[in-house]
T-cell receptor, first 115, second 114 residues
Framework: NAGVMQNPRHLVRRRGQEARLRCSPMKGHSHVYWYRQLPEEGLKFMVYLQKENIIDESGMPKERFSAEFPKEGPSILRIQQVVRGDSAAYFC?????????????FGQGTRLTVV | AQSVTQPDIHITVSEGASLELRCNYSYGATPYLFWYVQSPGQGLQLLLKYFSGDTLVQGIKGFEAEFKRSQSSFNLRKPSVHWSDAAEYFCAVGGSYNTDKLIFGTGTRLQVFP
């Protein structure tokens, strides 16, 4: 059973371009979480999705950021018109069920650099 | 407000020495507590977790942590550190049955000298 797969591992974008980050959860996992790690900081929650539904987007910036988790295919975190401050590592995590004594498994992250 | 505090930004120990990384949390309900390790350029690996029961939790790689409700703490310990333990360590708290959303501390970077 492959782990959480994120691609690309590294992404370089010029200011104003769009960045698309993909996350394939572990097999059988229907809950996906996106976190952002700014340099020298911990991870900050961005959004929680289930298939075709955004459950909690309280950590998402109000503009330029969007996320989806379609019925088929990976979850996508999309950043439009990137700025230097978007440079960070973006981690995806997946879990099989809600809360309780489950754990979320993390991918290796996508490191976005905006130049 | 829910939060996690890791007071030590950077810790340096000698190989073979004991280690304790501090973690304090603020959470309105019964917390689920986690310790993750992150090697440079890598993702997060779960070391151990506490949900309920015995307050002393054993994890992988010889790590353990003790949940102390009265002190709102969940400190990570290892009796003898190996050079390969050099990494960033994150404490996290969650706990709602509606979500596995985690709140992370800012991390403690561990350096190990031979």
């Amino acid at each position: 059973n492959a782990g959480v797969m994120q691609n690309p591992r590294h992404l370089v974008r010029r200011r104003g371009q769009e960045a698309r980050l993909r996350c394939s959860p572990m097999k059988g996992h229907s809950h996906v979480y996106w976190y952002r790690q700014l340099p020298e900081e911990g991870l900050k929650f961005m959004v929680y999705l289930q298939k075709e539904n955004i459950i909690d987007e309280s950590g998402m910036p109000k503009e330029r950021f969007s996320a989806e988790f379609p019925k088929e295919g990976p979850s996508i975190l999309r950043i439009q018109q990137v700025v230097r401050g978007d440079s960070a590592a973006y981690f995806c995590a997946s879990s099989p069920t809600l809360g309780g004594d489950t754990e979320a498994f993390f991918g290796q992250g996508t490191r976005l650099t905006v130049v | 407000a829910q939060s996690v505090t890791q007071p030590d930004i950077h810790i340096t120990v000698s190989e073979g020495a004991s280690l304790e990384l501090r973690c304090n949390y603020s959470y309105g309900a019964t917390p689920y507590l986690f310790w993750y390790v992150q090697s440079p350029g890598q993702g997060l690996q779960l070391l151990l977790k506490y949900f309920s029961g015995d307050t002393l939790v054993q994890g992988i790689k010889g790590f353990e942590a003790e949940f102390k409700r009265s002190q709102s703490s969940f400190n990570l310990r290892k009796p003898s550190v190996h050079w390969s333990d050099a990494a960033e360590y994150f404490c996290a708290v969650g706990g709602s049955y509606n979500t596995d959303k985690l709140i992370f501390g800012t991390g403690t970077r561990l350096q190990v000298f031979p």
